[in-house]
């Protein structure tokens, strides 16, 4: 599906979920300056799974980070209609784009953990009607970002002759996140830069890549033209030892989500058996990583990433 001379992308997550902002901040700048690619934050208001779990509301976040860092790509995990109004969201991330000199990737999602808007007053309809919304949504904040005024009538969302200015410094990339082989995929075929596989598919993404491949042929779209990504957590260990120890703890802690098939499909091992694990994935069509560290400081392995793996992978 990918293009062979498409370069690898590695993004990693910030510390967001029980973490204070000097956490964050942190985490961000080390990043920043290991030579990472792109920073991400979930787009949630509950600490998922738990709703008394602290966490940082995502676009704030990225907004502060956005101003301390110099190169990294600025994404959020994924933003669901009914949050936001698609407007007023695409004006927000205009100005942050701004802030950041052109490094905004928009993610989007149709969301999934419902306690999350019920509580907050926002819309949890069926996920059908939710997909249609996500649709809605994509076009309205393409359309505000290039067009002089955007003029939208749709069965969720309206827009009349709304202006954006400053619009974002260069073609904001648009990730389109989930599962979904036949409407989502649809939709990323018709409106996304990237596809963003779910960690809980990790072990899927043969088959999701196949059936994104379909979609885009349907709607008569070169597949090479969409990139491919994967949610993961990430073990890197100095020893096999130590990594499958903390491969264990890892299982505990993420459960079925995130942790779904670590050990069987996931990147984790030594940094060597890092590389072999990314070289899997590449084989799939896959060349970009947002990636978990695991661990209470992610700076370490971020750091052991950085200087033994990414060599090996000419990054």
């Known amino acids: 599906m990918q293009s062979a001379d498409r370069p690898l992308h590695f993004g990693v997550t910030l510390p967001q979920i029980k973490r204070s902002w000097p956490e964050c901040r942190e985490a961000a700048i080390h990043v920043d300056e290991l030579g990472f690619d792109s920073v991400w934050v979930c787009d949630h208001v509950y600490g998922v799974p738990r709703a008394d779990l602290p966490i940082l509301e995502g676009w704030s976040l990225l907004t502060a980070v956005a101003a301390i860092t110099e190169r990294v ?61 996500l649709e809605e949504t994509a076009q309205i904040l393409r359309s505000m970002w290039t067009e002089t005024t955007t003029t939208f009538s749709g069965h969720h969302f309206q827009v009349s002759e709304a202006y954006c200015e400053p619009k974002p410094p260069r073609h904001t990339p648009i990730l389109i996140g989930g599962t979904g082989e036949r409407v989502l995929m649809g939709i990323v075929a018709r409106h996304a830069d990237i596809w963003n596989n779910m960690a809980i598919a990790q072990g899927l993404l043969a088959q999701k890549v196949e059936a994104l491949t379909r979609r885009c042929e349907e709607a008569g779209r070169d597949p090479a033209e969409v990139e491919i990504s994967q949610q993961c957590v990430v073990i890197v260990e100095e020893t096999e030892d130590a990594a499958r120890a903390a491969l264990a ?58 200087e033994q793996v990414l060599p090996q992978l000419g990054s």
């Open 73 to 133: 790509g600025l994404g959020t995990l994924v933003p669901p209609p009914f949050f936001r109004n698609p407007a007023m969201l695409a004006k927000q991330v205009a100005s942050i784009d701004q802030i950041a000199g052109g490094r905004v990737i928009m993610g989007l999602g149709a969301g999934w953990f419902q306690p999350e808007f019920e509580a907050y007053g926002n819309p949890f309809p069926p996920l059908g009607e939710r997909m249609k919304a």
């Open 249 to 306: 703890r890892a299982g505990k802690i993420y459960g079925g989500h995130m942790g779904a098939g670590l050990e069987e499909h996931g990147i984790w091992g030594t940094p060597d058996r890092v590389v072999d694990c990314i070289e899997r994935h590449r084989q799939l069509g896959c060349t970009s990583f947002i990636m978990e560290f695991f661990g209470r400081d992610t700076r370490p392995p971020a750091q052991l990433f950085a």
